[in-house]
């Protein structure tokens, strides 16, 4: 079926964002169990999955034009969200690259590129984009290669260098982030911009985690999930804007909680890249509130297990302590505690 575009919806202000009953099912729902624990949570990133998210290499849903128009509208205010290191740009030409032959053979109907020689065309029909440029002449392009095409991607992206056995975050697109910001972790490396994450340093997580990522090879991506909650549809809740958001999580109220209160969840990707070795890691972001989650019975019951026996250290890590337990008292009766199985 066809995705119907929203072009008007807003993630901040009046936020008239809004689910269809498809967009909906199509939700990656993270939690494979009743319980929660950070793991090395990575499987290959093939087409096909628990829902329709898994399908293409890069999701585009009903929400693609607006997220786009906010991208647009962070990077107005804050052109800082999108900074890419001068070593990165056969990285950046990469990334163009497979962005741009992923969405072209995902969606025909939507996207197209053509190429005679290094002579390439690319047509964006929902963005109304028709551009030919020179491949790897970055001044034939109206902007750097990879803020152009993370400019037309839903979600966010991070550009990885891998040199002394490590990975560093050398570039990005982050303009619709949980709480974390580029300019603060630009340069650092895997273990130092994990660094306020809780348990998972002890638990050996990171270090699994990085030893598994850097054998990752071209053309075998991987996935995983993470997730946290938002107050409001709100995508850009970044360290800069605390201001705006952060009293946001004092106005949940038992009256409001179910349509304030949204499930975020980002489903992760990440790529070797050919010609730089660097690795693309996207950041898609999804939020769902949690009225929509009770409409699902096996959802309701497994967000109300999680939350109510989440680590204190996580749920103060993810920024939950403060409307927490108006969610679980929300929850709490919607729980029929039949058992669920295992998987999503
Ligand atoms: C959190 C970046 C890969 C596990 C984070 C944070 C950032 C980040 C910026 C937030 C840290 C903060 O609070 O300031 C990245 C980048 C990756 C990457 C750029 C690309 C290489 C991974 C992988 C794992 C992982 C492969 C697998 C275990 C986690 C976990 C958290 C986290 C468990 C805490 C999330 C939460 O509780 O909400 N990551 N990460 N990351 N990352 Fe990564």
Known sequence: MTVQFKPAETFRDTFTYGKSPEDILRFPFPFPEDEYMYSVNIEPHVRGGPTAAFQAAFDIDEHYIAECRERERVLKED????????????AEWDSLELIMESLAQDYPEHFSLTKAGDLWTWVNRPLNI????????????????FEYITRQAQGD???QDQRDDNLFVDGGMVTTQADWSLEFDIGMSFHEWHGPVPLAHEKGVFDRALKYLLRLQCGQPVRRLNWTMTVNPRLDTSPENYPVWGPDKASVTPDNVAEKVHLRVELQTLYRLPRSNA??????CYLTSVADIARVPKWRRRLHRVLRDLHPDIAAYKGLPRF???VLDYLAPLDDGEPTSKGI
């Open 79 to 90: 052109p800082k969200r999108c900074q890419v290191l001068p070593h990165m740009m056969a």
């Open 130 to 145: 028709h551009q030919s440029f020179t491949f790897g002449k970055a001044e034939t392009l109206p902007c750097g290669p």
């Open 157 to 159: 992206f991070t550009l």
């Open 279 to 284: 690795i693309l890691f996207g950041i898609r």
């Open 324 to 326: 927490r337990q108006t």
